[in-house]
């Protein structure tokens, strides 16, 4: 819900703005947008170990061959750079592939209520979609992911690293 900039008043409080959600979309206006997170968190958390294990497999396949028996957890770490690489990987992919989901959440959840009609019906997550891929095509689906991705590479590399270090000498 957008809320507009007044000079001189202050902004709404919590409780306003719940009343406000509720009046103008009733109580499924509280998930509003939840569509678009859903496809993102599972597919997105799917790509993100998906291409972290996928990435370290290919760098393991490259190392020393393990021996038949030993398991995934007797397997010594990878190096440092590798692991940051991998990890760098799996934040890219996350965010990359299903970044169009949550460009369309994000248009669904700040839409401004007040230009609808009491009887004209909100867009569908699929409806929001179609329309911005209408104005602007598949680039308007994608703005603003590439500092969405330039900003998760880092931080999923250090979070990887971190867990890999952890686990081998806690684990």
Not at 6 to 20: C, F, M, N, R
Not at 128 to 155: E, N
Request: proline fraction near 6%; aromatic fraction near 14%.
């Amino acid at each position: 819900m957008q809320v507009p900039a007044s000079a001189g008043q202050k902004p709404p409080g919590p409780l306003s703005l719940i009343v406000s959600v509720f009046r103008h979309s009733g109580v499924f206006g509280f998930w509003r947008g939840q569509m678009g997170t859903l496809i993102r968190e599972t597919g997105g958390s799917a790509a993100w170990f998906g291409s972290y294990e996928g990435v370290s497999a290919f760098f393991r396949s490259y190392s020393a061959s393990p021996t038949a028996d030993s398991s995934a957890s007797d397997l010594p770490p990878l190096p440092i750079y590798q692991q940051m690489l991998a990890g760098a990987a799996a934040g890219v992919s996350y965010n990359f592939l299903f970044y169009p989901a949550d460009t369309i959440k994000s248009r669904m959840q700040t839409e401004d209520v007040s230009r609808l009609g009491l009887e004209s019906r909100r867009p569908t997550f699929f409806g929001v979609g179609k329309g911005i891929w209408q104005q602007h095509g598949l680039k308007g689906l994608y703005r603003g992911c590439g500092i969405t991705v330039g900003r998760s590479a880092p931080s999923s590399a250090f979070i990887f690293s971190i867990y890999e270090c952890l686990r081998h000498y806690f684990g």
